[in-house]
């Protein structure tokens, strides 16, 4: 199982970072290079616990479809985000906030595995952990940017 960690530190309150972290207007907005949509279950607004959405993005030239569960929330410090039907294998992303030094630090911690064996874990080890990243890296540069600057 793959395993990506990242943080980010936000001069904003934990309950904004919270809040633009499961918005799905704002996800749709760090991932226009993708031509992301969300199709199904909540397509916009604050994602609660116990919903679902469904996104279908161009990833790698294919267009696919991911749907995920919000599985667990504690506001405004922790939600969990699983795949329950998508590409992956499993994928598990968990969202952690916590208000320090005036800054609200923002911790992702993805769990995924790919399908077909070998084949899978290859195309992981060569591509796709870089590219998932730098894919969360995006949304969250976007967050930081939304919640250090409102307009």
Known sequence: MAKIELSTIINATIETVFN?????????????????????????????????????????????NHKSLISEMVFPTYFVDEMTEGSFKSFRHEHFFEFENGNTVMKDTIFYETPFGIFGRFFDALILKNYMTSFIKKRNEIIKELAENPQ
Not at 29 to 44: F, P, Y
């Open 20 to 64: 633009l972290s499961r918005n799905i207007d704002i996800h749709l907005l760090s991932t226009h290079q993708t031509n992301e949509k969300a199709i199904a279950g909540r397509t916009s607004g604050l994602i609660e616990l116990n919903e679902t959405v469904t996104w279908r993005g161009n990833h790698f030239g294919i267009y696919q």
